[in-house]
């Protein structure tokens, strides 16, 4: 019963008079609920009490029903004013108009409509054709269960302990192997790091004696006073850029597969290489 | 109670026009005069209207009527008056309380109305119409709703507890309180009347 119903006013009286009656019967070590009023201890043995008490007084009740029989025809005093006419044509056409109640029979259609998109009719024996199948498939697979049921006792043999160790080492030996064997028509096996630093090394102590022996007078780093200009210098820091910068550009024309990053170890074996080289130069006079 | 045949109710539910008038044209009757009696002669002008938007909402919704579900259509429509009846009442704030002396449902009121005590012969039929109305309209709307299905539309205990979501004791509890309290409210004109 909702608090708008028309007797839920009835129940609210009843309800607001049993209050103080509670707070009186509270007992004090109970405390206030922090939910809503206190509650009386007995509270559900009262309550169920009453629901029994009303429950019984309604059976009661209930069998009284027929005691009393107002007379014939008494109550019939209470006429119910004639019905206007047309009425009944009133409502058919408010049901006409009425959008919800169109909609309905729209859906109604729809409804048959879809029920006619469909097969005309089934087959004779679909189901018994239908069960045949399902037993036959049961059949199949309880014919299979002892083969799946076995399969689980075909254990593997243990494998060896050093079977990772060996497998690494048949692999890396076979990797070897490839690289040795690789084709001049195979640029990227040729091109792996240990043949492109090999073939970069050689050209490194080629270009590294063109650049020195290219250098005019006047390109060479002035002499600092006071130094042993006996010895040969060294070519600077920009002589070994801009020769090494020549030979990555000749490198790179070459193979285009040549990547940056590999050149930094390289740049670092061609410095080392073309300083070596210009200390074991014969000495030059101005 | 009028019947409703369960083919005519599923013509209806298949969109047949006719069906949907003849159901229209058996139970407008006895559903203006629940909603007349139940909520009273103050809703005089509007009850027909009322009635309507009753058959309005049985029929959007009579696709939903469950033919195995052992309720007859006629008490299936009266669910309808009662929500609808009851759904006005809560609108208006209309007060229903008893002036039943036995009822314990709510407060009582006492009628100072002397006419009440006047003997029945020395009133119109209109006049002890109108008094069966004031002392109806003292139940609360559970027991004037469970008296006028009963005593007025012939609808049996078990129809009335499905109309209103109640067990079978539960309505005649109800209408055993009905009564006791009309019988003392109406008391002087039953006795001239007996």
Request: charged share 30%; glycine share 6%.
């Amino acid at each position: 019963m909702t608090s708008d119903d028309p007797n839920a006013d009835q129940f609210d009286e009843l309800n607001d008079a049993r209050w103080p009656e509670l707070e009186a019967e509270d007992s004090p070590s109970e405390g206030p609920s922090p939910s809503g009023p206190p509650i009386s201890a007995d509270f559900v043995e009262r309550t169920l009490g009453r629901v029994l008490e009303d429950r019984a007084q309604i059976d009661e009740e209930a069998e009284r029903v027929d005691s009393f029989e107002f007379p014939r025809g008494f109550l019939q005093n209470y006429e119910v004013p004639a019905t206007s006419p047309g009425f009944v044509q009133r409502t058919l056409d408010a049901l006409a108009d009425d959008d919800e109640f169109s909609q309905s029979a729209e859906d109604r259609e729809l409804s048959r409509l879809l029920r006619a998109f469909g097969p005309d009719s089934i087959s004779g024996g679909f189901v018994d054709r239908t069960l045949d199948a399902l037993h036959d498939e049961q059949e199949k697979r309880d014919d299979e269960e002892p083969l799946r049921s076995a399969l689980p006792h075909y254990e593997l043999p243990p494998v060896s302990a050093n079977f990772v160790d060996r497998t690494l080492e048949t692999v890396l030996a076979d990797r070897e192997q490839d690289e040795t064997e690789a084709t001049p028509s195979n640029v990227h096996s040729m091109w792996s790091w240990r043949g492109a630093a090999l073939r970069l090394a050689a050209a490194v102590l080629v270009s590294a004696g063109i650049v020195f022996f290219a250098f005019d007078d006047d390109d060479l780093p002035t002499q600092t006073p006071g130094a042993n200009n006996d010895v040969a210098e060294a070519p600077s820091d920009l002589d070994l850029h801009l020769a090494t910068n020549r030979l990555g550009t000749q490198l790179e024309d070459d193979e285009e597969i040549l990547r940056v990053e590999t050149v930094d170890p390289l740049i670092l074996m061609m410095q080392q290489a073309a300083l070596a080289q210009a200390q074991q130069s014969p000495t030059r006079n101005r | 109670m009028i019947e409703i045949t369960n083919d005519l109710v599923r013509q209806a539910q298949a969109g047949d026009q006719d069906a949907a008038r003849q159901i229209i044209e058996r139970l407008h009757r006895p559903i203006i005069g629940t909603v007349y009696r139940f909520l009273g002669s103050r809703f005089a002008s509007e009850a027909e209207d009322i009635a309507q938007d009753v058959f309005l909402k049985v029929f959007r919704a009579i696709d939903r009527f469950d033919h195995d579900r052992g309720v007859k259509f006629t008490t299936w429509v009266y669910t309808f008056v009662r929500n609808h009846c009851f759904d006005i009442l809560k609108k208006r704030r209309l007060p229903t309380v008893s002036m039943s002396p036995i009822d314990e449902d709510g407060p009582r009121i006492e009628t100072e109305d002397e006419s009440m005590a006047q003997p029945r012969e020395e009133l119109e039929n209109s006049e002890l119409g109108q008094k069966i109305e004031e002392a109806l309209s003292g139940l609360g709307a559970d027991q004037r709703l469970a008296f006028v299905l009963r005593e007025y539309e012939g609808l049996d205990y078990g129809s009335i507890a499905q109309v209103m979501g109640v067990s079978e004791g539960t309505v005649k509890s109800r209408l055993h309180r009905a009564k006791e309290a009309l019988r003392t409210r109406l008391s002087p004109y039953l006795r001239a009347g007996a």
